[in-house]
């Protein structure tokens, strides 16, 4: 099948943090009536997924259509025009000539899974991420991966398995997390909460401490966080290997696991522990690369196949196509590769949609600069961190850490439509739990425990 027509058809590749956001910048500018676009978003899932919001719903705080929508009902008074399906591959016709200039003035075609044939005038690239576990021996068999609402969904079964055995028998719950990174310590915060002493939660890093990167601040919040509830970190250490425990023969559902950890760190001991499950939080390899190669005309990708921009986004050699998210390598005014994470992709979408107007009314295109506002985490239900970067030393922690960075993710939700029914869903939540807390207060007190 074939869409083609005669109005410009700008096609965005990829609904996350990037894509969507493009999409929804393009709809929001002010076009001459004979230059609109028709924006036809291309995503293999259903729905638009939150990332850094999934946590929550490990915990129970969030519902899946508060932090992953529909694009149907995202999009439902919107010009966009929605198609699930998955890119195979990209043919596009705008690659520069030898001396510089726009060979062709046409964008190109996509072809998906379908078999569906898309013609494009301006293309978007935005295709994320997906985790990296074939480093080690075993993680690919054994480790489950925390990247996608499918594997949020997943762990979230397992563990509910683990709390019902742990029921019946009242054997410890074994988490072993590898990573201690923000993905790492939010989930083994989140964890702990969860299953208290029911559990044993162990935590991996190679570094001899967690956060490595992150402000002061937020380690420090964190660190409190994970020894007030009993956390185990194992500092100074690499996965060798993921193994069955016991008889190979036993199946996945009733088998634990084994972990052999050597030491990364002079004057460790190498160790082995058991686990009831593991969740792997470190390594990613941007989707571009899974894409078929399309002749002559392939996109330049930097070694970790991210596709090379200049700074207005538009990929190297292709005036027609821009990349951003996780699936684009920018440097910042230092040198540094910009990190892959949402508030890069969310400010570069801005940008993105701008240039494409601008490209499309014949006015300069606008460079990307990345104003890094901060960082935030969550550690459980009622407790978070944020450091934001335009305060020095400044760092919230606890519950007005946990607030404020809900409130931050609140602003930046999809859509006002999307922004007001959620908003309104955990203000009632959280009158619920106020009014639940509060019972349970007074039940403490006229029982004198
Ligand atoms: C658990 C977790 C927590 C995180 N927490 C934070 C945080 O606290 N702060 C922060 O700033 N960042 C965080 N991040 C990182 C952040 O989510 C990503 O950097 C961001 O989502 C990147 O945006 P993107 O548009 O490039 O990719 P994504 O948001 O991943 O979107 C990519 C989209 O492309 C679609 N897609 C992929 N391949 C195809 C294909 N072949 N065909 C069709 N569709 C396709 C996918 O379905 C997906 O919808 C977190 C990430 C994870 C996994």
């Known amino acids: 099948m074939y869409l083609c027509a005669s109005t410009l058809w700008k096609l965005t590749l990829g609904g996350g943090f990037g894509g969507l956001y493009t999409a929804l910048r393009l709809e929001s500018l002010v076009w001459p009536d004979d230059k609109k676009p028709q924006v036809v978003l291309v995503d293999q899932s259903e729905r638009f997924v939150f990332k850094p919001m999934l946590y929550e719903l490990l915990s129970g705080e969030a519902d899946v259509w508060e932090i992953a929508p529909r694009f149907s009902d995202l999009l439902s008074n919107t010009g966009i025009q929605f198609l699930r399906d ?31 044939l898309i013609e494009y005038d301006w293309l978007v690239l935005a295709l994320g991420a997906e985790p ?10 054994f480790a489950l991966p925390f990247y996608t609402l499918e594997d949020t969904i997943r762990v979230k079964e397992k563990l ?22 923000y993905g790492g310590v939010e989930l083994a915060a989140t964890i702990s909460e969860r299953l208290q002493d029911r559990g044993i939660v162990q935590c991996i890093n190679v570094s001899k401490s967690i956060l490595t990167s992150a402000p002061n601040g937020n380690r420090e919040a964190a660190m409190k966080v994970l020894m007030s509830r009993k956390v185990q970190l194992l500092l100074g250490y690499l996965v060798r290997c993921i193994k069955r425990a016991g008889d190979s023969e036993a199946s996945e559902e009733d088998g634990g696991y084994v972990l052999e950890l050597q030491p990364a760190e002079r004057g460790l001991e190498s160790q082995v522990i058991e686990a009831d499950i593991v969740l792997w939080t470190i390594g990613s390899k941007p989707l571009l690369t899974k894409l078929e190669p399309s002749g002559p005309n392939v996109l330049p990708l930097n070694v970790r196949g991210q596709a090379e921009t200049d700074e207005t986004l538009r990929v190297k050699g292709h005036p027609r196509i821009f990349a951003l998210g996780d699936s684009s390598s920018l440097r910042d005014s230092d040198g540094k590769l910009l990190p892959t994470t949402a508030q890069v992709a969310f400010q570069e979408a801005d940008f993105t949609g701008w240039n494409i107007w601008a490209a499309i009314n014949d006015r300069p295109l606008l460079p990307f600069r990345f104003q890094n506002l901060g960082e935030m985490m969550t550690l459980g239900r009622y407790d978070g961190a944020i450091s934001p970067s335009f305060i020095e030393g400044l760092t919230l922690e606890g519950p007005i850490g946990h607030a404020a960075r809900k409130l931050a993710y609140l602003i930046r939700l999809p859509t006002d439509e999307h922004r007001i029914k959620v908003g309104i869903s955990w203000f009632a939540k959280s009158a619920v739990d106020s009014v639940a807390l509060l019972q349970s207060n007074l039940t403490k007190i006229l029982s004198g425990s």
């Open 86 to 116: 998955r890119v195979k591959t990209l043919l596009p016709c705008d690659h520069l000539g030898g001396n510089g200039s726009e060979s062709s003035v046409a964008g190109g075609t996509v072809l998906l899974e379908s078999g569906f």
């Open 160 to 181: 509910s398995k683990l709390e019902r055995r742990n029921f019946k028998d009242g054997s410890a719950i074994k988490v072993a997390i590898v990573g201690c990174g």
């Open 132 to 141: 990296k576990l074939d480093v080690v021996p075993g993680a690919m068999e």
